[in-house]
């Protein structure tokens, strides 16, 4: 196996004063920085070169000293900072490449070996390929210890222009995608040999860098390597994902070596064309690509064609196709199963056939969750009636389970049978709207088991009434806990720590 990565986490600190930034580099130090840009620039000063030596003095991180031009007056002022720097053995300089040569005609950097010089460049927009090329070729031509190239990323895909940068380029190397969708610029450069990670301290996020905590703690960046494969959630937005709350420490807990990110993705189709290396190995998908995903396998898994959604891809090792599965179905259907088994084992012994054979099985939404329990449903034997808010919608679902659909409206008069089973799969009752219920309290009473979808909160109205009135319930939790351990299993064939996943979710989620 590869060696660790040697990456540095660094964060940037933009401040008024010298005190605010002194502070800040300590908090980015308890965070987790390795080391800490020093924005002089951003410093409302009196004595420019008194407030660098004090920085200096009082650093609690090693620092990269830099300043951004502006005005005509700046570059003037920043060659005096940077040759200040220099003398007080700055760990780090950093100039921008149109002054570089006019910095390096005037100092002689051989006087001052305990400092290393980057030469940035930042480019306006996303450049092309080639043009990116000669970029870091004329920064190299600097005799920079270390270049740095950043540019502000539309796509998620530009962020795969770090990526080939980092792999070919001669000397250390920063690179960054900037924005949402760059953020995988960050989190996955490791992998590629990338020098530094930014990262923000956690009172001062910036969109599209992680925080030094997460960064640290969650993704442990220090763990890449070139071996490390890539997963992570496909969904637009995706900033809210827990995803790699809950993936991440389960690699770490089962010794593998992957990393789990957020993809914030506009284009599947576009996605998959550039990721197509086989280290980009496995996926969650989420709103609004899990329809979309049936289109984008080369093979897709029956139960999963027939819900017409897939919730995960797997790249297959031996042909790198992409496979698609839908995990929501068996995580909701196996916890509604054992729920019931654990009640009847209670009152008299297992039995080998599903509970749910011959069921009435009413189920409350016909969305993408919806189709999932009504096929896992069905597979069980069990026989269904919808009801959805758009009828068409509990029409076609209904339909394709051979079930009925029955109005809205009449969800809470319907009383065919004791014992019934309800699901929920729509989102009422969900944060922030935890007050409302899709089903009245005083309908509850035929249901012999209650399962809601919904698992923010993890107990909803519609759970506590339902066991108000003695029905068994069942929490959209159990089913993100299994889904969740089904895509793991996926992921890296069968290794997932099932214990270590549900007590993460149970404990910090
Ligand atoms: N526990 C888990 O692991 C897990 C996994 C996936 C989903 N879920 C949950 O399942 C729920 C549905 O998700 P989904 O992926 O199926 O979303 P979806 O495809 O967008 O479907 C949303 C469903 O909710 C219904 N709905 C939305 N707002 C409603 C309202 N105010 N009144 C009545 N019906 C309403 C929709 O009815 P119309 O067709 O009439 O719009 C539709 O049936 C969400 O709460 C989600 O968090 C949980």
């Known amino acids: 196996m590869a060696s660790k990565s040697d990456v540095l986490i660094c964060t940037t600190l933009q401040c008024k004063t010298v005190q605010e930034m002194v502070t800040s580099m300590d908090t980015a130090k308890t965070e987790g920085a390795d080391l800490a840009e020093l924005r002089i620039d951003s410093l409302s000063v009196f004595d420019i070169l008194l ?3 004090k920085l200096i003095k009082q650093k609690s991180l090693p620092v990269i000293v830099s300043f951004r031009l502006g005005g005509k007056e700046d570059k003037r002022t920043c060659f005096r900072v940077l040759e200040r720097a220099l003398e007080l053995n700055a760990d780090f300089i950093e100039l921008e490449l149109e002054v570089a040569s006019e910095f390096l005609a005037n100092v002689n950097l051989d006087n001052y070996p305990n400092s290393k010089m980057i030469v940035s460049c930042h480019v306006d927009g996303t450049p092309i390929k080639d043009e990116l090329s000669l970029i870091v070729a004329q920064l190299q031509s600097t005799g920079a210890d270390i270049i740095k190239l950043t540019f502000d990323a539309v796509y998620i895909t530009d962020a795969a222009q770090v990526f080939h940068l980092l792999s070919h380029c001669q000397v250390p190397l920063i690179a960054c995608a900037l924005g949402d969708r760059g953020l995988i610029s960050q989190l996955l ?3 590629f040999g990338g020098f530094l990670v930014y990262g923000t301290i956690g009172s001062n996020p910036v969109p599209g860098l992680p925080m030094l905590g997460t960064i640290r703690h969650v993704y442990k ?3 890449l390597n070139v071996d490390t494969k890539v997963f992570g959630l496909i969904a637009n937005p995706v900033g809210h994902s827990k995803g790699p709350l809950l993936h991440n420490p389960a690699f770490h807990h089962a010794g593998y070596n992957g990393i789990y990110v957020p993809f914030r993705v506009d284009s599947m189709e576009e996605f998959f064309r ?3 290396h086989p280290d980009f190995a496995g996926f969650s998908v989420g709103i609004p690509h899990k329809e979309g995903a049936v289109r984008c396998c080369d093979e897709v898994h029956p139960l999963a064609k027939s819900i017409g959604a897939v919730n995960t891809i797997v790249r297959r090792p031996t042909d790198g196709k992409l496979v698609g599965y839908n995990t929501d179905c068996e995580a909701s259907i196996t916890a509604i199963e054992d729920a019931l088994r654990a009640s ?4 008299g012994g297992p039995s080998e056939t599903s509970p749910l054979s011959g069921k009435l099985f009413v189920l409350v939404g016909a969305g993408g969750a919806g189709r999932a329990l009504a096929f896992g449903a069905k597979s069980r034997g069990a026989r269904l009636v919808i009801f959805n808010r758009n009828y068409a919608r509990a029409k076609a679902l209904a339909l394709a389970v051979s079930g009925e659909a029955l109005p809205y409206e009449e969800i809470n008069g319907f009383c065919r049978e004791k014992g019934m089973i309800l699901a929920n799969a729509t989102a009422v009752g969900m944060q922030p ?7 009245a309290k005083e309908a509850l009473g035929a249901y012999e088991l209650v399962f809601d979808s919904v698992y923010t909160p993890r107990n909803t109205r519609l759970l506590r009434e339902a066991e108000e009135v003695g029905a068994i319930v069942v929490s959209g939790v159990e089913m993100f806990i299994r889904q969740a351990i089904g895509q ?12 270590f996943m549900r ?3 149970l404990t910090r989620f």
């Open 274 to 276: 550039i990721y197509s």
């Open 51 to 53: 407030d660098v030596e």
């Open 503 to 505: 007590k993460v979710v």
């Open 433 to 439: 709207n935890t007050d409302q219920t899709p089903v």
């Open 344 to 347: 009847r084992s209670a009152n």
């Open 488 to 499: 793991f299993n996926l992921f890296t064939d069968g290794k997932a720590p099932e214990e």
């Open 221 to 223: 960046v220090e763990n």
């Open 189 to 191: 450069c490791p992998k």
